[in-house]
């Protein structure tokens, strides 16, 4: 996912454009760069974090020129996938992501699909939900309320703290 400050369509303004893992081991893309690319409207923005995907043509413009602070919050090349899932995440005050931490490398905003009746699976709710896969030790990260599921006829199920910390057990606190 990018953050870029341009013009898309001729609006400018700031657009989350999703890219390839190709395209990003390619171009090792970090805070700072000028790009330019071709990309398209996701098809149900319910379901998806960036406004425009299947980015394509993608050429580097101009490469930053200056050093990148080493954080938090952490601007430098983000790692693939795969060490995101293997780090396990956190879940993050939609507050302090917006505020401090929608720039940082281990922060991230995305689509979660609930799905409300287990007897029934069709029967889906979708939202948006804030997370954290840096260092435990961040001076920036807040944990921000527990996350409520709502449940078949009325009920909900609350997301206790042990999730986040069972899902990060296996880091130290600078991990």
Request: net charge neutral; glycine share 10%.
């Amino acid at each position: 996912m990018l953050r870029i400050n341009g013009t898309c369509g001729g609006q400018v303004d700031e657009f989350l454009i999703a890219v390839g893992e190709a395209a990003h081991q390619k171009h090792q893309f970090h805070s700072g760069m000028e790009l330019n690319g071709s990309s398209v409207p996701v098809e149900d923005p319910r379901k998806e974090t960036a406004a425009f995907y299947k980015t394509s043509g993608l050429k580097v413009v101009k490469d930053a020129e200056c050093e990148i602070p080493a954080g938090p919050p952490f601007l430098g090349v983000p790692p693939d996938l795969e060490t995101y899932r293997s780090r396990g995440h956190r879940r993050l005050d939609a507050r302090t992501y917006a505020i401090k931490c929608s720039t940082c490398i281990w922060g991230c905003r995305m689509p979660v699909e609930m799905i409300i009746d287990h007897w029934n699976p069709s029967k889906k709710q979708y939202r948006f939900e804030t997370f954290c896969y840096g260092p435990k030790s961040c001076a920036l990260y807040k944990a921000g309320p527990t996350r409520k599921v709502p449940g078949r006829k009325g009920m909900s199920c609350t997301e206790e703290d042990w999730i986040d910390e069972d899902a990060t057990a296996h880091r130290g606190p600078d991990e």
